[in-house]
């Protein structure tokens, strides 16, 4: 009787502790994403910063919270794997560039926003949806945001955002797949170097 008692207990703190961990899994991960977009409005509501030192600091911005690599190769899609490692290595590079000025340009009005965060949920092991709202204060809109949050060594990184339901990952892929397929691999080097030099 007593044997069988203390296997229910072991049972029991063992599920609670799943439960414990799981939790301050998304919490963490939560955090994590008022965090990233805290900072990141403090560099758009810096009038102070040119261009140049806006871009370095959303670079340094990126390192610390986005897992850019892992996005940019899911972004080659099946052309990932035939890429030779110095292709693969100048695509990252320019892809990185690329991330940030597109963002710099697309994210100006984003000072404006306000973040809540409605729930998280623990995908598997690695991976964590925490769902928001973005409110706009100029014309009170409002935008359902999706952070996809990977556990890489331990640390937290976003992988991408699906925005009412759009993946921007997924949507870029598309758009490399379809310019790689009327203009191979070189078509896409050839756009991101346009885009850096003209922005």
């Given at each position: 009787m007593f044997t069988f008692i203390k296997k229910i207990f072991f049972f029991i703190s063992f599920i609670l502790l799943i439960s414990s961990n799981s939790n301050s899994t998304e919490s963490n991960a939560?955090?994590?994403?008022?965090?990233?977009?805290?900072e990141a409005k403090i560099i758009f509501n810096d009038k102070s910063l040119n261009k140049d030192s806006r871009l370095k600091k959303l670079n340094d911005l990126s390192s610390k919270y986005l897992d850019l690599d892992a996005l940019a190769s899911y972004t080659l899609g099946d052309y990932r794997e035939k890429a030779t490692n110095s292709e693969r290595e100048n695509f990252n590079?320019?892809?990185?560039?690329?991330f940030i000025k597109n963002m710099s340009s697309k994210l100006n009005d984003f000072a404006d926003q306000d973040l809540k965060i409605i729930d998280s949920k623990k995908i598997n092991e690695n991976n964590i949806i925490v769902s928001t709202k973005v409110f706009s204060k100029k014309d009170a809109q409002e935008i359902a945001v999706e952070w996809r949050i990977y556990i890489k060594d331990s640390k937290l990184l976003a992988r991408d955002l699906v925005v009412e339901g759009l993946s921007l990952a997924r949507?870029?892929?598309?758009?490399?797949?379809?310019?790689i397929a009327s203009k191979g691999f070189v078509g896409v080097i050839t756009a991101l170097e346009n885009f850096n030099k003209s922005n």
């Open positions: 939560e955090a994590f994403v008022l965090k990233l977009t805290d590079k320019l892809f990185r560039e690329y949507t870029q892929k598309e758009e490399f797949s379809s310019i």
